[in-house]
C-alpha cells in the first residue's frame, strides 16, 4: 500500500468516526412527549386518539392511547412548536402546545377529555 492510499484510509476512517460522533449527538438532540388520555375524574380512557401536529411542517402524527390511557411520541425535534389534543367517542381536549423554548429532553402533558368509559 503505497503512502497516498494509507493517508486517505486514514482520512476516511477519521471522517467516519466524526459523522457517527455527529449522529449520535443529532440523536441526543431529540425529545419525547408522553402522557395519559383521561377524564375529569382521571380515568384512563383507552383507544383515544391523540394528534400531533408539526407547526413548521404542518405534518400530523396519531397515536391510539394504549389501556392505561398513555401515548407518547419520540424523536421531535427541539426546534419546533407542536400541538396535541386527544379524541374519543366525538368529544375532543383542549389543544396544548409544546414549545421550542420548552428545553426540557421529557415533556409530559395529560389530556382531559370530558367523556364516560
Given at each position: 500500500?503505497?503512502?497516498?492510499?494509507?493517508?486517505?484510509?486514514?482520512?476516511?476512517?477519521?471522517?467516519?468516526?466524526?459523522?457517527?460522533?455527529?449522529?449520535?449527538?443529532?440523536?441526543?438532540?431529540?425529545?419525547?412527549?408522553?402522557?395519559?388520555?383521561?377524564?375529569?375524574?382521571?380515568d384512563?380512557?383507552?383507544?383515544?386518539?391523540?394528534?400531533?401536529?408539526?407547526?413548521?411542517?404542518?405534518?400530523?402524527?396519531?397515536?391510539?392511547?394504549?389501556?392505561?390511557?398513555?401515548?407518547?411520541?419520540?424523536?421531535?425535534?427541539?426546534?419546533?412548536?407542536?400541538?396535541?389534543?386527544?379524541?374519543?367517542?366525538?368529544?375532543?381536549?383542549?389543544?396544548?402546545?409544546?414549545?421550542?423554548?420548552?428545553?426540557?429532553?421529557?415533556v409530559?402533558?395529560?389530556?382531559?377529555?370530558?367523556?364516560?368509559?
Open positions: 500500500m503505497s503512502r497516498k492510499s494509507f493517508v486517505l484510509l486514514v482520512l476516511f476512517a477519521m471522517m467516519g468516526s466524526a459523522l457517527a460522533a455527529f449522529a449520535a449527538d443529532e440523536q441526543d438532540n431529540t425529545r419525547a412527549l408522553s402522557g395519559q388520555v383521561i377524564t375529569p375524574n382521571n384512563p380512557l383507552p383507544n383515544a386518539v391523540v394528534y400531533l401536529k408539526n407547526q413548521k411542517t404542518l405534518g400530523v402524527k396519531t397515536f391510539i392511547a394504549e389501556a392505561d390511557g398513555g401515548y407518547r411520541f419520540g424523536g421531535l425535534s427541539p426546534n419546533v412548536d407542536y400541538q396535541i389534543y386527544a379524541e374519543y367517542q366525538g368529544k375532543r381536549s383542549d389543544t396544548k402546545t409544546l414549545s421550542s423554548f420548552d428545553s426540557r429532553k421529557k409530559v402533558i395529560h389530556l382531559k377529555i370530558d367523556a364516560e368509559k
